[in-house]
Nanobody
């Protein structure tokens, strides 16, 4: 499966953005899906994940309560709704998929596409 993230941009602190992850070339509904980010000078980190059915989610503590992950398997698309954005959310955001049961960990994720830049100004 190939993935393409989009929807990033420049936003002021406190604002919102919705990222999309379009899947092609595979059966999207067979995979758990995750969002990750890499800030300048830092390692890529887990942000959120959703089970293949869409009924289970997991979030990093830093975004819990502000971000919402979802998916529409009929459209082969995943989403990350980001609200109350902070300057520390500035990063390149990536989506990826995994068949691992432990879907809240970066290990096992694959099909990393090009990320989308999110910049939050103070």
């Amino acid at each position: 499966v190939q993935l393409q993230a989009s929807g990033g941009g420049l936003v002021q602190a406190g604002g919102s953005l919705r990222l999309s992850c379009a899947a092609s070339g595979g059966i999207f509904r067979n995979y758990n899906m995750g969002w990750f980010r890499r800030a300048p000078g830092k390692e890529r980190e887990f942000v959120a994940a959703v089970r293949r059915s869409g009924t289970g989610t997991s979030y990093a503590d830093s975004v819990n309560g502000r971000f919402t992950i979802s998916r529409d398997n009929a459209k082969n698309t995943g989403y990350l709704q980001m609200s109350s954005l902070k300057p520390e959310d500035t990063a390149v955001y990536y989506c990826a998929v995994t068949t691992n049961v432990n879907y809240a960990h970066i290990a096992g994720y694959h099909s990393w596409g090009q990320g989308t830049q999110v910049t939050v100004s103070s």
